[in-house]
């Protein structure tokens, strides 16, 4: 028998719950442990102190090291493991996956943040969930003293993140449209590029499993603008029992839903671009600070040095498409700002 990975995470953390769904999805065993548990402290520490956390066990069984960063560890995973693969055989249709992913990933995190550490509603909510989950058996006293302690340390990374006052219109507006996208979209199809899904949807799923399930602000949201979101939300978390055969279920190139995917790849040309675009401009220059024009409203945040290497994937990963694939991949995103990413 095969012996589990380990995955370390935790029910806040987006990129967690990305994580385990893909695995569950793709019915690789694994074992789920709680950060911040005594089972967490007796495993070795990974790479770099961020969750997930996947460890991968020796002939033994045995878990010797920890690896982070949820898009390196899908791609891992397509080589270690040949069933329910997230890549399409279509280069277009992968291209089309890694942007939406990587648009999850660093764009969608934004409203994220925002909506757990920035309206009170969620602050004093999340004071009393999140300390809950490494600790059940806290007391009162210890429940606020954890709390309040991790509460003033998200909300003094807001700023890192772009979630201030200036910006707070941008990423709240920005939420609400992803909503009246998706909500189309999952009207007529299963997931975002096929009747499988692959890495952008379960990048999207991440960030909505927190946006959608857990802050109250965003969840209200989601039932006025997307009520379908939040079903998906639900179904994508546990698809282990979705039906999947070979490398059927892609949609080709020409058969994409473009009524409700053009809307999305241009709120993608409209947001994600023009943040890391500047953002990539601000580290060349070696500057401290990313500003840029959203949808004619100014954005300012701290110049994040990750996402340089993000965009890095996306450029290598269009530079690495055949002639044909690249000019469906033009055709595609001519006119919804993407094309920008590669000018
Ligand atoms: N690029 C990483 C991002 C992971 C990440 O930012 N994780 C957050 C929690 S969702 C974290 O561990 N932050 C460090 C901390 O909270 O101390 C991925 O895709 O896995």
Redesign the pocket.
């Known amino acids: 028998m095969q012996q589990p990975l380990t995955l370390v995470g935790t029910y ?5 719950l ?2 385990r769904a893909v695995l569950r999805y793709r019915q690789i065993p694994f074992k789920w442990v709680i950060q911040g548990t005594k089972e967490e402290r007796a495993l070795p520490r990974p790479n770099v ?4 956390a996947v460890g991968f066990p020796n002939d033994d069984g045995e878990i010797t090291e920890l690896i ?4 390196p ?1 899908i791609a891992r995973l397509e080589t270690l493991y040949a069933p329910r693969s997230l890549v399409s055989s279509d280069p277009v249709i992968a291209f089309l996956q890694l942007l939406i992913e990587d648009y999850a ?1 660093e764009w969608l ?1 934004k409203p994220m943040y925002h909506y757990r550490w920035y309206p009170e509603e969620s602050v004093e909510r999340a004071k009393r969930m999140l300390p809950f989950w490494p600790g059940l058996h806290l007391n009162d006293a210890q429940l606020k003293r954890v709390g309040d302690d991790f509460a003033a340390r ?1 909300i003094g990374r807001r700023a890192l993140v772009g979630s201030t006052e200036t910006n707070a219109p941008i990423l709240e507006s920005s939420y609400i449209r992803l909503l009246e996208i998706l909500d189309k979209h999952i009207e007529g199809n299963d997931f975002l590029l096929g009747t499988r899904p692959g890495s952008a949807d379960f990048g999207l799923f991440g960030q909505l499993s927190q946006l959608v399930c857990i802050e109250p602000p965003s969840t209200r949201l989601c039932f006025d603008h997307g009520p379908r979101v939040y079903s998906w939300v639900n179904r994508v978390d546990d698809l282990s029992w979705w039906p999947v055969e070979g490398d059927a279920g892609w949609y080709a190139a020409n058969e994409l839903p473009m009524d409700t995917l053009a809307p999305l790849l241009a709120e993608i040309g409209d947001t994600y671009v023009p943040f890391m675009l500047a953002n990539k401009r601000a580290l060349e220059a070696g500057s401290e600070e990313v500003v840029c024009e959203i949808r004619g409203a100014e954005y300012r945040q701290g110049a994040f040095k ?1 996402q340089g290497t993000t965009i890095s994937w996306i450029r290598d990963s269009y530079a690495a498409l055949d002639n044909p694939s690249r000019k469906v991949v033009d055709g595609l995103l001519d006119g919804t700002g993407c094309e920008k990413l590669f000018n």
Not at 12 to 16: C, D, I, L
Not at 49 to 52: G, Y
């Open positions: 806040g953390s987006p990129y967690s990305k994580m102190a961020l969750i997930p982070v960063d949820s898009t560890l990933d995190t998200q990750y």
